[in-house]
């Protein structure tokens, strides 16, 4: 049992960052050689996670669209020039005047802290390509702590990740989501919008599985 909730962990810890790497600027032949999209489908239904036909969406539009095409569709979603339609910042969806580096922004930046973690890349802390790094890095040292037998480490770990999941990631995924779906033009970025809610969507379910199942015996 503890050997099968370890490897639940590691394939939530690789979900998060698959789908944290898909909102770097694009690098068409590296998600093509690695396999995205039936990597991603692998993970999910090993998860049981309803996403197959997104992942396959998502590898359909990878092959169908260039290296060029999906460089001017991220720049379009993510950076503007004019204002971007689809802003990968928490604080512009959780911040009444949707400005960046707000107090929810610092909210995040002090997770990472108190997880022993330092931000190396400039720039905001709640770029979603962070925060599911973040969720990436805490499942897998959840895995580890399930492998371990350390239970005190495992329920400090499943706190930290279901307060961030609450408090941070969960609030303002569905409406860059939605931005992301209203404003592509190509298939792969209305898949992996797609991806992305249904897979963040299904998390509370999966974390609390994981803490009745790794509960010590009555």
Avoid at 74 to 81: D, I, K, N, Q
Avoid at 83 to 96: F, H, T
Avoid at 99 to 109: A, H, Y
């Amino acid at each position: 049992m503890t050997t099968d909730l370890a490897r639940l962990d590691v394939a939530r810890s690789d979900v998060y960052r698959l789908l944290a790497a898909c909102f770097y600027e694009p690098d068409r032949e590296l998600f093509l050689e690695e396999n995205l999209g039936a990597n991603l489908a692998s993970l999910m239904q090993k998860l049981v996670v309803p996403a197959g036909e997104h992942c396959r969406r998502l590898e359909k539009g990878l092959r169908e669209n260039s290296q060029e095409e999906l460089l001017v569709e991220y720049s379009a979603l993510f950076l503007g020039p004019f204002g971007a339609p689809a802003q990968p910042y928490g604080s512009v969806y959780l911040e009444q005047s949707r400005q960046l580096m707000g107090d929810s922004t610092i909210v995040v930046k002090k997770m990472y802290q108190e997880a022993g973690i330092g931000q190396e890349s400039e720039g905001p802390p709640d770029h979603i390509a962070l925060e599911l790094e973040f969720m990436s890095y805490l499942a897998k040292r959840i895995a580890q702590a399930t492998a371990n037998g350390e239970a005190a480490e495992f329920a400090e770990l499943c706190r930290r990740q279901r307060d961030f999941y609450t408090i941070c990631l969960a609030r303002w995924v569905t409406p860059f989501c939605n931005a992301i779906r209203e404003n592509a033009q190509l298939p792969f970025y209305r898949a992996l919008a797609d991806c992305l809610v249904t897979f963040i969507a299904a998390e509370p379910r999966r974390m609390q599985d994981m803490a009745i199942a790794s509960a010590p015996a009555a």
